[in-house]
């Protein structure tokens, strides 16, 4: 009866040691899913603005056309080129940024990597991901100003056109 009631206590305490909790199941790892769908979200929204960058980009271009080797508007293009590369580079490097987030969700699901680990690198990925939305409402702001200036330069020089056409009246 002793060896039988050893058997079950090893059998039992064998069981739950082979029963190991489902890393997907873990608190911290279901937390890292929610914050990688934030994470993706914000990406879409980067996206979608780097787009509308670009084609405030192109309004700027066209409305430059009409005026003859302006310097001004065309460093103010020059720059606004450079902006939107950057801007294109933090958003390719804020994807490359999810992809591994992605791998890191799959490498603990399946019990490639410990919780420890998965805590460790999420952290590190969460700063790098808030320092890429920083640095893209600096960019963004860079990119209003940007506009802005272009704008109020169009509509002087509207004005000025303007008054030479009355002036020549």
Do not use: W
């Not at 305490?13 to 937390?31: G, I, L, T």
């Not at 390719?92 to 998965?118: N, V, W």
């Not at 690198?121 to 939305?133: G, V």
């Amino acid at each position: 009866m002793k060896t039988l009631c050893k058997l079950t206590v090893i059998a039992v305490a064998f069981f739950f040691v082979s029963c190991k909790q489902n890393p997907a199941e873990a608190p911290e790892h279901k937390a890292m899913i929610e914050n990688h769908k934030e994470m993706e979200t914000s990406h879409e929204t980067m996206a979608k603005e780097h787009n509308a960058m670009k084609d405030d980009h192109q309004q700027m271009v066209d409305g430059h056309k009409t005026i003859e080797n302006d310097s001004l508007h065309m460093i103010t293009e020059k720059n606004h080129t450079a902006l939107l590369a950057k801007h294109g580079e933090l958003i390719e490097a804020h994807k490359t940024l999810i992809e591994k987030h992605a791998e890191l969700e799959t490498k603990h699901a399946s019990g490639e990597i410990t919780l420890e680990q998965m805590t460790s690198e999420h952290e590190s990925m969460k700063a790098e991901h808030e320092n890429m939305e920083k640095e893209h409402q600096q960019i963004s702001t860079e990119h209003k100003r940007i506009t802005e200036e272009d704008q109020k330069m169009m509509k002087e020089d509207q004005e000025k056109e303007a008054e030479a056409t009355s002036d020549q009246k």
